[in-house]
C-alpha cells in the first residue's frame, strides 16, 4: 500500500501578501514549517530515486523525466528558502526585511524575484514559492505511486483524507479558470475524481482492498492539481505579457511621433533629405488575447522598433552631417582670422566664405554644395597658411 507524502508533511501555508510585510513570528513560524517541508520532500525524492533503480528500463525511462523536474522545483524552492533565512537572519528583521521576506515569499521563483523557473522539458513557468511548493507536493504523490512505494505503516484512511484535501484545493482553484471548455473540462474531471473518490470511500468501509484503485486515483487527482496551478501561473503570465505588450505600444507610438517631428526638420533643413516611411504602431489594432496571437503581435511589434531605430538613424545622420558643415567652416574660419594673410588670400577667403554662408543660410540646405565649398575653404586656408620651405643658401 502506497503511503501519502512522508509523515503526512504537506507544505505550509504562507503568511501575507505580496507587498505587504511579513510580521516576524509569523516569518520564524513559516520558515521552521518550511524546513521540515524541504527535507521531508528532498527524502521522499530520493526515496523515489532509488526505487527506480528496481524498474524496468522502460518503466526508469517514463518516470526519470518527472523526477527531474521534481528535483528542479525542490531546488528552486530551497535556494528560496536559503535566502530567506539570510534575510531573516535569526530574527532581526526591520520593515526593509519584512518587505523582502515577502517579496521572496509571493514573488516568482527564479534567478531573482522577476524571472520565470527554468524547468526540464517545459520551458519556464512563472510560480511563486507556494504555488511550487503545492506542485512539488503534487509531483512527489505522483512520483511514489508511479515507483510503488509501499512503506506498509500508512493507512487507507490517511491517503483518502490527503485524497480528500487535494479534491478540495482543485475545486477552490475551478472559479479561477475562465468561463469556457478549458472550466467546463476541469469541472467534468473534478466531478469523475469526486465519483471515484466516493466509490473509494465506500469499499473501504466495507473492507474491501484498495491497494490497486487508490493509486491510480492519487495520480489523476495530482495531475489535475498539477494541470491547474500551471495553467494559472500561465495566465498570470500571460496577462503580464499583454500589460508589457500594451505599455510597449504606447512607447513605440510616442517614438514614432518625434521622429515623424524629426523628419519634417530634417526635410526641411537640409536637401537631399532621407524618405523612409514611418510605421503607425496603432494600425497594428489592439493587443490581442490568445497566446498564439500574442506571440504574432510581438513580433510586428519588433518590426516597427527596427523600422524606426532605421528612420531615427537616417534622419539624425542627415542633420548631424549639416551640424558637421558648420561645425568645420567655423574652426576653420577661426584659424585663417589667426594668420598672417596677404589681401589677395584673405580676399579670396572672404568670397568662399560669402558664398558659404549664402548656402547654409538656405533652407534647405543643398548639402553636396555646402559640402564642396568647406571642403575648398579649408583646403585653402590650409595652403595659405601653410610655412613655406627655406630656400637653401649657395
Known amino acids: 500500500m502506497q503511503a501519502p507524502l512522508g509523515g503526512g508533511v504537506l507544505a505550509p501555508a504562507a503568511p501575507g501578501a505580496l507587498g505587504v510585510p511579513i510580521d516576524p513570528t509569523a516569518a520564524q513560524t513559516y520558515l521552521g514549517a518550511l524546513r521540515v517541508w524541504v527535507n521531508q520532500r528532498r527524502a521522499d525524492l530520493d526515496a523515489v530515486d532509488a526505487a527506480v533503480l528496481r524498474l524496468s528500463p522502460d518503466e526508469q525511462t517514463a518516470i526519470t523525466t518527472d523526477l527531474t523536474v521534481a528535483l528542479t522545483f525542490w531546488k528552486a524552492i530551497n535556494d528560496r528558502y536559503v535566502l530567506l533565512e539570510t534575510v531573516f537572519d535569526g530574527g532581526r528583521v ?10 521572496l515569499i509571493h514573488g516568482r521563483l527564479g534567478g531573482s524575484a522577476t524571472e520565470s523557473l527554468s524547468v526540464p522539458g517545459t520551458g519556464t513557468l512563472a510560480v511563486t514559492l507556494p504555488e511550487a511548493c503545492r506542485l512539488l507536493d503534487s509531483l512527489t504523490r505522483t512520483l511514489q505511486a508511479r515507483a510503488s512505494l509501499a512503506p506498509g505503516v500508512a493507512e487507507a484512511s490517511q491517503r483518502i483524507t490527503v485524497l480528500r484535501q487535494t479534491l478540495e484545493r482543485v475545486r477552490d482553484q475551478l472559479p479561477l479558470v475562465p468561463v469556457g471548455a478549458q472550466r467546463d473540462e476541469a469541472a467534468e474531471s473534478l466531478a469523475r475524481l469526486d465519483r471515484r473518490l466516493v466509490d473509494l470511500t465506500e469499499r473501504a468501509r466495507r473492507g474491501a482492498d484498495t491497494g490497486g484503485i487508490i493509486g491510480p486515483l492519487e495520480i489523476d487527482a495530482a495531475v489535475l492539481e498539477r494541470d491547474l496551478i500551471v495553467a494559472a501561473a500561465e495566465r498570470a503570465e500571460a496577462q503580464k505579457d499583454r500589460a508589457r505588450q500594451a505599455q510597449r505600444v504606447e512607447e513605440l507610438d510616442a517614438r514614432a511621433e518625434a521622429i515623424r517631428a524629426l523628419e519634417r526638420a530634417c526635410v526641411a533643413a537640409i536637401d537631399p533629405a532621407p524618405h523612409l516611411a514611418i510605421p503607425n504602431v496603432r494600425a497594428l489594432g489592439p493587443v490581442p488575447q490568445a497566446p498564439a496571437e500574442l506571440a504574432a503581435y510581438r513580433e510586428k511589434l ?9 528612420a531615427h538613424g537616417q534622419y539624425a545622420a542627415g542633420l548631424a552631417e549639416r551640424d558637421e558643415i558648420v561645425g568645420l567652416v567655423g574652426a576653420v574660419t577661426a584659424m585663417a582670422a589667426t594668420a598672417h594673410l596677404s589681401a589677395e588670400a584673405r580676399s579670396d577667403l ?3 566664405r560669402a558664398r558659404l554662408d549664402d ?16 571642403a575648398a575653404f579649408q583646403s585653402y586656408v590650409e595652403a595659405v597658411t601653410r610655412p613655406r620651405p627655406r630656400k637653401a643658401r649657395p
Open 359 to 374: 548656402v547654409l543660410g538656405t533652407m534647405p540646405v543643398r548639402l553636396q554644395r555646402a559640402r564642396a565649398l568647406a
Open 302 to 310: 519588433d518590426r516597427v522598433g527596427r523600422a524606426l531605430d532605421l
Open 350 to 352: 572672404d568670397d568662399l
Open 94 to 103: 526591520g520593515p526593509t526585511e519584512a518587505e523582502r521576506l515577502s517579496t
